[in-house]
């Protein structure tokens, strides 16, 4: 009798294991953004921008628990990179080098085209010049840019072809405001939906501030969510769906 007891234990145990949810399945998925007001920042210890609201409904809908964490786009990389760890992050450029260790969601936000930011006192510089093309080859203007950020295609083509001067942070984009205003760099490029709050969070005065549009500066670029190898194609399916109902698709991803 204790013979039979203890069969049945064991096999309704078992029965139990089966149908418990794994611990994989349990863990929310870390998706990383770095600090670009007004796509993504941190404002009271808590993800916010318009691009994090958006992921968040995308998420909600696909029924996927994540947890938001702030890191610098080179670390993001990184991160991506790690085949063997589950990890996404929000509003990069596809582009093929990316694609060779990364997978990519459909599209989730299209840019503005990308204008010159410069100073008042700085703007007489760039009046001759009509193209980033041009702006480029005056190595006596100083770029600010970021460390493993990508512009898109036609400008990351630019930047390696004529090699502009430039200076490069790590950090975020409102310390390149600031180097502007102090005459350190001579300019940077910037979507215009994303300049007020960039001067703003710099603490610093939009009238002292002067943007140049750029004639061969194509459409804004299409931003995506981006996954590691990591990541279930089941999950990024699922994912996929919700954008497919909540974000009007214009192409192809």
């Known amino acids: 009798m204790k013979k039979i007891y203890l069969v049945h234990f064991f096999l309704i145990s078992l029965i139990l294991l089966l149908f418990l949810p794994s611990k994989s399945s349990s863990t929310p998925l870390t998706v990383s953004y770095f600090e670009r007001p007004p796509y993504y920042f941190t404002k009271q210890d808590r993800a916010a921008g318009f691009l994090i609201e958006l992921s968040r409904k995308i998420f909600q809908d696909a029924g996927i628990e994540v947890v938001f964490i702030s890191l610098p786009p080179a670390r993001i990389i990184k991160a991506i990179k790690n085949a063997d760890n589950p990890h996404c ?35 007489e510089l760039f009046l001759p010049y009509k193209t980033l093309q041009q702006v480029f080859s005056d190595k006596t ?8 950020f990508s512009y898109g295609s036609y400008v990351d083509d630019l930047l390696t072809r004529i090699a502009p001067s430039s200076q490069t942070i790590t950090k975020c984009q409102s310390i390149l405001i600031k180097l502007i205003d102090k005459g350190r760099i001579s300019y940077m490029l910037a979507a215009p939906e994303e ?4 001067i703003t969070s710099a603490d610093l005065k939009h009238a002292d501030f002067h943007t140049h549009n750029l004639t061969d500066i194509p459409h804004g670029n299409i931003r995506y969510l981006i996954f590691s ?25």
């Open 195 to 198: 300049i007020p709050t960039l």
């Open 229 to 253: 190898q990591a990541v279930q194609d089941e999950v990024i399916g699922r994912i996929n769906l919700s954008i497919r109902k909540i974000i009007p698709q214009k192409e192809s991803p």
């Open 89 to 123: 992050s929000i509003g990069w450029f596809k582009k093929p080098e990316r694609e060779k260790f990364a997978k990519f969601s459909l599209p989730i936000y299209q840019n503005q085209p990308v204008v010159l930011l410069t100073s008042k006192k700085f703007k």
């Open 141 to 148: 203007l100083i770029m600010g840019k970021m460390s493993s």
